[in-house]
């Protein structure tokens, strides 16, 4: 069951980054480039450690792709193929970056293969926008699902998996600059999509 919860006040209640949250995150850096050491040496423990820091960056990137039902079985999928191809990470740093591509080549695979349980396009047309109030997770989902990559797995984070901006940079590698854009321009695309407010971008999206 995915649930989720756009905020109708202006999006920067999402932006602020709490006072210290720098040094935050260079701390939880340090100790999930300790596991990715350790998890190449076969620390089982050091594996369900990074599971556990990164399910919810893989799963925000699933369920931005993929039909909800399919989101958590793709996510034991990636971590799986992380356990399988983990000793060709030259770079523990790298880790989140190469998991990120990992989970989008593995969402693409599964559209292309698969048979999805539920047609993305079959459902967005009842998926249409509608101003008598909050829309619900799935017309939420679906309107990501139609949102440039950046916002929409940004966003996804925020909303759907309820990571904070810092810990949203902390696991994507993107500055704390870049997720303040994506949540600011991907709030102001997706409630036009969703109909709540006036145009706020460019067509060209």
């Not at 756009?6 to 995150?25: I, K, Q, V």
């Not at 993305?120 to 139609?146: T, W």
């Amino acid at each position: 069951m995915v649930s989720c919860a756009l905020p109708m006040a202006p999006s920067a209640a999402l932006l602020d980054e709490p006072r210290g949250a720098s040094a935050s995150r260079e701390r939880s850096r340090a100790v999930w480039v300790s596991w990715v050491g350790a998890a190449r040496k076969g620390d089982h423990e050091a594996f369900n450690a990074l599971h556990g820091h990164f399910g919810k960056l893989v799963h925000a990137i699933m369920i931005s792709r993929v039909p909800a039902s399919d989101a958590s079985d793709l996510v034991q999928d990636v971590f799986l193929l992380v356990f399988q191809k983990l000793g060709s990470l030259e770079d523990d740093q790298a880790f989140p970056g190469w998991l990120t591509q990992l989970a989008r080549n593995q969402a693409s695979r599964h559209l292309r293969d698969a048979h999805p349980s539920e047609s993305l396009d079959d459902a967005h047309h009842q998926a249409a926008p509608d101003r008598s109030g909050a829309p619900d997770a799935k017309k939420v989902l679906l309107a990501l699902q139609k949102m440039p990559e950046a916002y929409a797995e940004t966003l996804a984070m925020r909303l759907i998996e309820g990571m904070t901006g810092p810990e949203i940079a902390e696991r994507t590698g993107l500055t704390p600059g870049s997720v303040r854009v994506n949540l600011h321009r991907g709030m102001a695309l997706l409630r036009e999509k969703l109909g709540l407010a006036p145009s706020e971008v460019s067509s060209d999206e």
